[in-house]
């Protein structure tokens, strides 16, 4: 039976969740539905330190700040084509802008445009040296990509300028975690559990690397726990509904594939999670 692992994506505005994005990782004896906050993170409503208010901002500066929160929205809804372009426009105005700069880089990454997003997120963190998110962007890329250890580095950067931020411990236990280092894995998400204990992201991911270490009652509690801080969030269901059908809790097991199906929006999965079912019923 497999497990699933959900990709989760923050962004300054509260998260779409047609936004959610999935990648599979090979656990034990299944595959594990796994949670990464953000092959574009941004957590909170946090913008580039110290930006200015808006009664100083120049005309230009104002007008870039709207062209950036059209495309903010356009992100969210998954519409990257149209940010991008906006966002470059923006760029023509104000060239050295680091949250202009971190947002195409979002926007590029959403449509697999690797190089250029790892171009724009290097720009951001030149531009803004002393902000977390570009690092953060720059490092998803890079596991994206299969370059675990400069994501690795570029998380360990960004910790060391936000190390209250759970989220990215939650995605550098996950990296860790892909790379098989078990030990790493669990002092990152333990922590992003306390940091953050009513994160979704952290416990699901805990939950990934439980399963993986066969702690399987471990696993069931914080894939638990994350289904009741956020009932509508899918993969949860998944990843449950696959370990009960491993240890024969099989009413369990369908109804969690069964929810699963409802909440879902991926087709793969979703149709993935209808064999699973088939095959129980």
């Not at 595959?31 to 230009?60: C, D, R, W």
């Not at 991008?84 to 926007?107: C, H, M, S």
């Not at 894939?223 to 696959?242: L, M, Q, T, V, W």
């Amino acid at each position: 039976m497999s497990v699933k692992t959900m990709k989760v994506k923050k962004t300054g505005k509260p998260v779409n969740p047609k936004a959610i994005r999935y990648g599979v990782i090979v656990g034990l004896s299944v595959f594990v539905l796994v949670l990464l906050v953000g092959g574009v993170i941004l957590y909170g409503n946090k913008a580039e330190p110290a930006a200015p208010a808006a009664s100083q901002l120049s005309a230009e500066e104002a007008q870039a700040q709207v062209m950036l929160a059209t495309a903010q929205d356009l992100i969210d809804s998954g519409n990257s084509a149209s940010a991008v372009k906006i966002l470059t426009e923006a760029l023509a105005i104000l060239p050295d802008n680091g949250e202009l700069l971190y947002y195409r880089g979002v926007a590029n990454n959403g449509m697999g445009e690797f190089d250029a997003a790892i171009g724009d997120f290097t720009a951001a963190i030149e531009a803004s040296p002393h902000w977390a998110l570009p690092l953060a962007g720059r490092g998803s890329v890079y596991v994206a990509i299969g370059e675990s250890s400069k994501a690795l580095e570029d998380y360990d950067k960004a910790i060391q300028l936000e190390p209250g931020e759970a989220d990215l411990y939650t995605n550098r236990g996950q990296i860790h975690m892909q790379r098989g280092e078990f030990a790493e894995a669990t002092k990152d998400l333990d922590l992003a559990v306390q940091l953050s204990p009513d994160s979704v992201a952290s416990h699901f991911n805990r939950g990934v690397l439980y399963y993986s270490l066969s702690q399987v009652d471990a696993a069931l509690e914080d894939f638990s726990r994350a289904i009741e801080i956020d009932p509508a969030a899918a993969p949860p269901y998944f990843n449950r509904g696959a370990i009960y059908a491993d240890i024969g809790e099989t009413e369990k097991a369908i109804a969690d594939f069964q929810t699963f199906i409802s909440l879902s929006d991926n087709e793969t999965w979703v149709q993935f999670a209808q064999e699973k079912l088939a095959e129980l019923q």
